[in-house]
């Protein structure tokens, strides 16, 4: 079994900035992308940035130029480097790991979610 834990959501200042961390536990034979999510108060969750495994990015617009998705391989944790936050930023962050295929069941994928983290901008 395959579990995501996130970590390095607070607060901060607008302006500031913040390195969101989704380290994975268990056999993971292969993913095929690895991406983080946010849900405002109120609002739908939204990708934000999602990473393949063939390296491709992808971001929303509002965070282009401010956001950066990187991982590591080694332990398949992917990172969020989040720079210029703004107050429309606050939310609650989660990673998925998506085509996830594990070592005893290589033939077989399945998605997961991190708990998620919550993230606050504000003065």
């Known amino acids: 079994q395959v579990q995501l834990v996130e970590s390095g959501g607070g607060l901060v200042q607008p302006g500031g900035s913040l390195r969101l961390s989704c380290a994975a536990s268990g056999s993971i034979f292969s993913v095929n992308a690895m991406g983080w999510y946010r849900q405002a108060p109120g609002k739908q969750r939204e990708l934000v940035a999602v990473l393949t495994s063939h390296g491709t990015t992808h971001y929303v617009d509002s965070v282009k130029g401010r956001f950066t998705i990187s991982r590591n391989n080694a332990n398949y944790t992917v990172y969020l480097q989040m720079g210029s936050l703004k107050p429309e930023d606050t939310a609650v962050y989660s990673c998925?790991?998506?085509?996830?295929?594990?070592?005893?069941?290589?033939?077989?994928?399945?998605?997961?979610w991190g708990q998620g983290t919550q993230v606050t901008v504000s003065s």
């Open positions: 998925r790991f998506t085509g996830v295929a594990e070592i005893a069941t290589p033939t077989r994928r399945n998605d997961y």
